[in-house]
């Protein structure tokens, strides 16, 4: 679903959406009647975006999951960051307050969710360049 946004935005075709990505937070997750839960940001369809979406505006991506040291950087040069958080499935559904679909309807827990929560527990885990864990650096 993220290379589909990310895609859009370098068509020039974000506003198709009805959203707006600027200042936005992404969260990296599953959204299911089970529940919302964090999925691991450095899958290549995931963190290949990342640099894309930073571009069109968004200012934290929220998974699980070390990135690459391009990446980390990438986010710096766009004033972006990474929050990492826990995968406790039933701590974070407790905090969405509101959701709707917004696209891609049709891939089930992986479509374009909006999601309204209150006190979502993160860890900011890249930012201004630097990573508390870069995948591959030790």
């Known amino acids: 679903m993220l290379p589909r946004i990310a895609r859009l935005f370098k068509?020039?075709?974000i506003s198709?959406?009805?959203?707006?990505?600027?200042?936005?937070?992404i969260f990296h997750s599953a959204v299911s009647v089970a529940g919302v839960g964090p999925t691991t940001s450095n899958k290549v369809e995931i963190e290949s975006s990342l640099p894309a979406l930073s571009a069109a505006g968004v200012k934290m991506h929220v998974g699980k999951g070390a990135l690459s040291p391009e990446t980390v950087k990438a986010l710096?040069?766009?004033?972006?960051?990474?929050?990492?958080?826990?995968?406790?499935?039933?701590?974070?559904?407790?905090r969405v307050v509101s959701?709707?679909?917004?696209?891609?309807?049709?891939?089930?827990m992986e479509a374009f969710h909006e999601l309204k929560v209150e006190g979502l527990p993160v860890i900011i885990a890249a930012a201004g360049g630097k990573s508390v864990s870069i995948r591959g650096e030790g």
């Not at 959701?99 to 089930?108: K, L, M, P, T, Y």
């Open 99 to 108: 959701r709707r679909i917004v696209a891609f309807g049709s891939e089930g």
């Open 16 to 25: 198709s959406l009805g959203v707006d990505l600027n200042g936005a937070v």
């Open 11 to 13: 068509e020039g075709r």
């Open 76 to 94: 710096a040069r766009h004033g972006s960051v990474y929050a990492v958080t826990p995968p406790v499935t039933a701590l974070l559904t407790s």
